[in-house]
């Protein structure tokens, strides 16, 4: 069966890519032509280049060469991917196609050398682009192989100006349709089950069992969860996958990062962090929480902080706001009723999110100055760490971090509205283990309430007295 492709959305999008090109803002200023070209590698994950392809045409094509002039569009792929191509090339009486650049379809040979031909096609039309002489490119993207070293070579000979155009892009595709947006939904949604249906359930039973387990040990039962339907609401393993793998962190070492991996060491009854995200037919989603062991009230008071941060963050991001005072406002409000948390709060709070897991040019940070705008999507996520527990006597217990994070969509007014439905306030995060003078009363309040009836007002009577008289025996 042939791969469709969702013709309306690519010209949607590609008015939208040539739009914001025209527009010439930022780094899309004086661009003559965009050259963008994808090769093979197992080793990323994540590339401006393979979330351009997805957005335009919903799938990544390898090996594939774009470049995008002034007037017309050039792809450059095998003859299968030329063939999947044709659906959005141009013909007579498409309505949908109107705006959009002429298409040209290329077809790559196997053999290197044969390709020059249509090398020199694609040099010839970003020369007649415009001023033919620079380039928006993603600087960041290299891809290995014989294919794109050729053409890598063409275009360094040539002597082409290369522009980073990434942040211009990220901008551009930044803002989600409707249909996005439902997938990012169900991604966040995913995200929500696997960590309360499946890892907070499993954390408690550790915790009760008083069992040893590694963080890696735990971080890898999360992976195998996602290929189970009763932890996705009975979709399709298959279109699932996480954004990374699982983070989880406790015994005072923690780094507050999603580049980190979970360590070797055993999970200590503390303050335990865990990060998860799931990708649902290529979005993202990203989910935060601190599960607390017995927290002191000191604990307790700055995690409600953090939450109490958190709400005012989702307030300020929304549209026509400016990242970096979306981040100044929560920074002042931090300096003014906890100025010794300021050396312990993440670096950045969060970062817009889309095809790609961490959009780097919009980070929420005190330099941002791009404006936010209604459909945007970020994960939202704020740390507190190397917090000193007074309590503590082992050296696990002395050192602490506190970290929560949400999925979240920009509206055009109000605060954004969080996509990841986990509960976070203490009672929903804290687990409390009963003392043994608890569990005395819990049995002598079963034992009362067996003799007179559950609910009655003697037993509840009884049980005081009971309790009364233990008292003035000791």
Known sequence: MAVTLDKEAYYRRIKRLFGSWKKGEDEFANVDAIVVSVGVD????????????????????????????????????????????????????????????????????KQNESNKANFDKMIEAIKGSKKGKRIGVFIKDKFPGDFMKSWYDILNK??????????????????????????????????????????????MEIVDADEKVRHSKLAESVEKAIEDKKYLGGTDPSTIEMCYPPIIQSGGNYNLKFSVVSDKNHMHFGAVTCAMGIRYKSYCSNLVRTLMVDPTQEMQDNYNFLLQLQEELLKELKHGAKICDAYQIIMDQVKKQKPDLMSKITKNLGFAMGIEFREGS??????????????MVFSVHLGLSELHNKMGKKPEEKTYALFVGDTVLVNEEGAATVLTHVKKKVKNVG?????????????????VQDI??????AAALLTERTRNEKKKKK
Request: glycine share 6%; with cysteine; charged share 35%.
């Open 158 to 203: 040539e002597g082409f100006e290369k522009v980073d155009i990434g942040a211009s892009v990220a901008y551009t595709i930044a803002v989600k349709e409707e249909g996005e947006l439902n997938l990012m939904r169900k991604a966040a949604s995913i995200s929500s089950d696997v960590f309360s249906k499946f890892f907070k359930d499993r954390v």
């Open 362 to 375: 919009l980070v929420i940070n005190n330099k941002n100055q791009y404006k936010l705008k209604k459909g």
């Open 42 to 109: 197992e080793e990323i994950v994540y590339a401006k280049s393979t979330a351009l392809q997805t957005w335009l045409f919903g799938y990544e094509l390898t090996d594939t060469i774009m470049v995008f002039c002034d007037e017309k569009i050039l792809f450059m792929a095998s003859k299968k991917k030329v063939e999947f191509l044709k659906q959005i090339a141009n013909t007579k009486g498409n309505e949908n196609a109107n705006g959009t650049p002429t298409i040209t379809l290329l077809i790559r040979e």
């Open 431 to 447: 687990i409390f283990l009963k003392k043994e003078d608890e569990e005395e009363e819990e049995e002598e309040k079963d034992e």
């Open 452 to 457: 007179l009836g559950r609910g009655s007002r």
